[in-house]
């Protein structure tokens, strides 16, 4: 079954066609990679689905109905949740406070009930810390920092805490543009490894946009290529890395052999 | 020197004060403002209800400003809107203060609710711009709705009463204002540990993202701008009862600006700042007085100097706040407090 | 209706219309180079104004030294504001700039007030006499040669922009702040001849409107009227500073000729209400597309 569904989507700016015909299933319980070359659309796509830009044609379709027309913060509610390229922490914020955000649409307590946080209102807080703190902030080793406010953070971390915020939103589709972009390897194991956790344990359905080909290939169940705003191939790791098409996408015609290697590092360790 | 707790429970560890030294200064606090007005003299007691007034009011434009990040240059109207409000319920109907007050509340609110309508379209400075729009139609209400608010000569009202007892003088004022601005602060101290304070500071922080999280922008700029205003509602009210005359220039531009300029002073985004800012942009103009009284006998010209230096003062306060210290009063205060919880182990 | 009368008040105000047009363009090319909105526009008016009182009057010199002296002056405040106040603020939120032309508004007024004393001053009349008549409409000549003067600045202004080197490079600038770095332009000397031409815009019109009208400290309030205008137009167009400073000069004088004084404000507040939830970005102006 696809949780998510794509449908012929063109979205463009002026001239630029940033997204074309795109069409892209995402089954459920998978995790899905988008890859591609810089400015082939892919952080674009995401925005249609976040609802911030909205496509001249298409169609999003989630978990059997149409998105259309409904604005960003309900897409969230309904279990859209993701993190951003350039990381988008709020540097006014604890890390706490910041993953705490990530609950909002979950929490009901009013505007009064905020000024004299008393009752319901403070209960609820402390079941969304309580819940915070279990499931999420011990799962992705952040204790140490929770107390810190995100600015002053190495970058790794506030990847990190970008994920822990979007969990939070408790989703049924986890987006991850480009997750271990400009990280150390120790990181992007530790990243990789979250991921696949998250898909295991917590069933959530990865949509990912990345650029490190051997993550890409070690963790992803679906892969759809896009470049310059069409999809050129979809498939299983082992089938993309050998479609020409992509090959070429990626590198014109020369030097197919240390692409290969590139698409799979996998192979050039060995 | 101070050394950190291990919090037990979560409901600990969210409390606003975590450890016993700050409930201990926060009693002492506490106590000090009561104990205030039974040494203070007529002088210290009047600045004492003008820092409250102004604490209300600078907390509710921090809120907007400070944590939700929308400038407003429309503070001093929506006070006038409370002012009115009150001089107008006291006079025509009798009612006594907590109702004046809660209605001169929400009669504010609305209208900051209407004023921050065009942020459905506009954001930022436009916005600025709006607020701005909304200065200059108040004051004209203020000084053409004759029938209604006494036009030009505005309204004179009777002392803020309930059971019998009057407010009339400054020592029974003090203890109407220093309390509800005491109130006003805690409130927004809980506000800031809960959803809807951090869904502000998100807005201020980066709207879209905070939008794609589930944060709906235009539901909580209206909210900030309506929780602000009622703020700014409350304090005119209260400034109403404590001058007991209501004009249209009771209330310029040039209030909101000294507004703006408390927060900017105290700490955006800060509630302590904005107390600090409220307190130190309020007696700043008094210091200048004593200063002018003080030189009078040397330079009998002086008084004529100091509206044109208060001028340059507030301006030159948020020039010099915003370029060399742009977390204002509160930043530091931060830094004499870590220097004396250090002391004397380092410095 | 008294079609005359209707028509000599239009024309006032299409002439005040005119001065608020050039007032709008020093503020769109500040705007245009900077991204900074300029609250303190009307306050460096003010000053320029005081500056030829100060020459013309105080130190008696001829206008025809008088004038340019003091527009010097007022653009020279306008670098100099610009390199000590708000180049620090570079990279900081467009709320805290704001806040700092505030400030900076604020000092000016005080300044002023120190030097010149609170009360409304008169300039030394430099403009020819002679009524002026269109047709049947009689003009008021300080008004008329206010503007005419006044057209003629924005004129070399417009043909200065379109052709000079300063005028490219400001335009560059405003169009790409990296691209024009890149390709060698210095930015930063941009920025700063950007606030003196701005300022010496706005300080010609200071002249000629404190002509007209007189001056005090709070002369400055007339930014309030450039503020409507620049929104109206769009912020960061020329022609919209053009088009919105014509109308909004005439409504406000026409408002405040047939509905009284106290209308004029409000008059043009209204406009500017109805463009915000309308047209937000102005007439002329263009949004920004923002990205994540
Ligand atoms: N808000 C926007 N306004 C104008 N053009 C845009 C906007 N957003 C994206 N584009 C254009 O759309 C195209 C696709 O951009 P997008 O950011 O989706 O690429 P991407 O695949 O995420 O690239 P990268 O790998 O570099 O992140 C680019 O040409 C980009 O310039
Ligand atoms: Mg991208």
Redesign the interface.
């Known amino acids: 079954m696809n949780i998510l569904e794509i449908d012929q989507l063109s979205l463009s700016f002026g001239g630029v066609k940033a997204l074309e015909d795109v069409s892209l299933r995402v089954p459920k319980d998978t995790i899905t990679t988008i890859i591609g070359p810089n400015g082939a659309g892919k952080t674009s796509l995401f925005n249609c689905i976040s609802g911030f830009y909205k496509p001249q044609q298409g169609r999003i379709t989630y978990q059997g109905k149409p998105l259309d027309g409904l604005r960003p913060p309900k897409r969230a509610g309904l279990g859209l949740a993701r993190t951003f390229q350039n990381i988008a922490l709020f540097r006014g914020m604890t890390v706490l406070d910041n993953i705490k955000l990530g609950a909002h649409v979950h929490m009901k307590t009013g505007l009064l009930g905020s000024l004299v946080y008393f009752g319901r209102a403070r209960r609820e807080e402390m079941a969304v810390r309580e819940e915070v703190e279990r499931r999420i902030i011990d799962f992705l080793e952040i204790d140490h920092i929770r107390r810190q406010p995100v600015a002053n953070l190495p970058y790794g971390l506030q990847k990190r805490v970008e994920l822990a915020r979007a969990l939070a939103m408790k989703p049924e589709v986890l987006m991850l543009d480009e997750p271990v972009a400009g990280m150390n390897r120790e990181e992007k194991e530790d990243m990789a490894r979250f991921i696949l956790d998250i898909r295991e344990e917590w069933g959530i359905t990865i949509l990912m946009v990345e650029h490190d080909m051997g993550m890409v290939m070690d963790i992803s169940d679906h892969i759809a290529v896009l470049n310059f705003g069409k999809v050129i191939a979809e498939g299983d790791p082992g089938t993309v890395q050998k479609n020409p098409d992509v090959i070429k996408a990626y590198l014109g015609n020369s030097d197919i052999e240390s692409l290969r290697r590139k698409l799979n590092p996998n192979r050039e360790a060995a | 020197m101070r050394i950190g707790d291990a919090k037990q429970t979560y409901v600990a560890d969210e409390a606003i004060w975590t450890t016993s030294t700050q409930k201990f200064w926060f009693s002492i606090l506490l106590l000090g403002l009561l104990i205030f007005p039974l040494l203070a003299n007529s002088y210290l007691l009047y600045l004492g209800c003008l820092v409250g007034i102004a604490v209300i009011s600078t907390t509710g434009l921090n809120i907007l400003t400070g944590f939700t990040g929308l400038i407003s240059l429309g503070q001093a109207g929506f006070m006038g809107v409370g002012a009115y409000t009150v001089a107008w319920l006291s006079t025509n109907t009798g009612l006594p203060f907590p109702i004046t007050l809660l209605l001169a509340g929400l009669m504010a609110a609305a209208v900051g609710f209407l004023v921050g309508l065009p942020s459905l379209r506009v954001k930022g400075l436009y916005l600025a711009i709006a607020t701005l729009a909304a200065s200059v139609f108040l004051h004209f209400i203020f000084a053409e709705w004759e029938s209604v608010t006494g036009g030009m000569e505005g309204l004179s009202l009777e002392p803020a009463h309930l059971f019998g007892v009057t407010f009339r003088s400054d020592f029974a004022m003090y203890f109407l204002i220093v309390p509800l601005a005491v109130l006003a602060v805690l409130a927004a101290r809980n506000l800031f540990r809960t959803r809807i304070g951090r869904a502000f500071i998100a807005i201020r922080d980066r709207d879209i993202s905070a939008e794609i999280l589930g944060i709906p922008l235009l539901r909580y700029k209206l909210m900030s701008f309506a929780l602000s205003s009622f703020y700014a509602g409350v304090a005119g009210g209260l400034f109403a009862y404590f001058y007991r005359v209501v004009t249209p220039e009771s209330f310029p531009l040039t209030m909101s600006i000294f507004y703006l300029a408390a927060v900017i002073v105290g700490g955006m985004g800060n509630l302590l700042g904005g107390i600090l800012g409220a307190a130190f942009m309020t007696l700043v103009p008094e210091a200048l007085k004593l200063l002018t009284a003080a030189l009078t006998p040397f330079f009998p010209n002086a008084p004529v100097f100091m509206s044109p230096m208060l001028e340059i003062i507030f301006g030159a306060l948020i020039v010099g706040f915003l370029i060399f210290e742009p977390h204002g009063l509160a930043e530091i205060w931060r830094r004499v407090r870590r220097f004396f919880h250090l002391w004397p182990f380092r410095s | 209706m008294d079609w005359l009368f209707f028509g000599e008040i239009s024309l006032a105000g299409l002439a005040m219309g005119g001065l608020y047009a050039l007032i709008a363009l020093g503020f769109v090319i500040i705007y245009k180079a900077t991204r900074v909105?300029n609250f303190a526009i009307g306050e460096i008016m003010m000053f320029a104004a005081y500056l030829f009182l100060a020459f013309a009057g105080g130190m008696e010199m001829s206008p025809w030294v008088a004038v340019p002296l003091a527009v010097l002056g007022g653009a020279l405040l306008g670098g100099v504001i610009e390199k000590t106040?708000i180049r620090?603020?570079l990279g900081?939120?467009?709320?805290?700039v704001?806040?700092?032309t505030?400030?900076?508004?604020?000092?000016?007024?005080?300044?002023?007030?120190?030097i010149w004393?609170?009360d409304p001053q008169l300039l030394p009349s430099f403009l020819p006499r002679q009524p002026v008549f269109i047709g049947e409409l009689y003009l008021a000549p300080k008004i008329a040669y206010g503007f005419l003067i006044g057209m003629a600045v924005l004129v070399i202004y417009l043909l200065y922009f379109r052709f000079s080197r300063g005028g490219v490079a400001l335009r560059a600038t405003a169009s790409d702040q990296a691209a024009a770095y890149s390709m060698g332009i210095n930015v930063r000397r941009v920025f700063n001849l950007a606030w003196v031409f701005g300022s010496l815009a706005a300080s010609v019109a200071g002249i000629l409107v404190a002509a007209t009208g007189g001056l005090s400290?709070q002369f400055g309030i007339i930014g309030?009227s450039v503020?409507v205008v620049v929104?109206v137009g769009g912020l960061d167009s020329i022609l919209g500073a053009l088009v919105a400073g014509v109308f909004i000069g005439w409504l406000e004088t026409v408002a405040g000729a047939y509905l009284g004084g106290?209308?004029r404000?409000?008059a043009t507040?209204?406009v500017?209400?109805v463009i915000?939830?309308f047209k937000?970005?102005g007439l002329f102006g263009t949004h920004e597309?923002?990205r994540?």
């Not at chain 3, 505030?102 to 120190?114: K, N, R």
């Open positions: 909105i106040m620090p603020m900081e939120s467009p709320i805290a704001v806040m700092v505030i400030g900076i508004a604020s000092i000016l007024v005080g300044l002023v007030e120190l004393t609170a400290p309030l503020l929104i106290e209308y404000m409000p507040f209204a500017l209400a915000l939830v937000p970005y597309i923002e994540v």
